[in-house]
């Protein structure tokens, strides 16, 4: 029970630490850039729902497909 407890300390000691967050954050001053940085990527893209470019696939240049039976080979024959 003791080792759950000390458990438990360690836990809520590591989630109370500060992690050099500076003190004079200005929580208006982040939403701004936020909201900033939201239209910059609304005026990037045309349509707002529209997939990313990065998603469309490439026209390919492949050559046509060969028909069924044109050019089928013989199967082979297994030897005897």
Do not use: K
């Not at 989630?15 to 990527?41: H, K, N």
């Not at 990313?52 to 013989?74: H, K, R, V, W």
């Amino acid at each position: 029970m003791a080792d759950l407890i000390d458990y438990t300390n360690e836990v809520q000691e590591a989630l109370g630490r500060s992690y050099d967050l500076p003190e004079d954050v200005d929580e208006y001053e982040l939403m701004g850039e936020l909201e900033a940085l939201e239209a910059e990527m609304g005026e990037l893209s045309a349509e707002p729902d529209a997939a990313p470019s990065y998603l469309d696939e490439p026209e390919l240049d492949l050559p046509e497909a060969p028909e069924a039976g044109a050019n089928a080979a013989a199967p082979e024959q297994a030897p005897a």
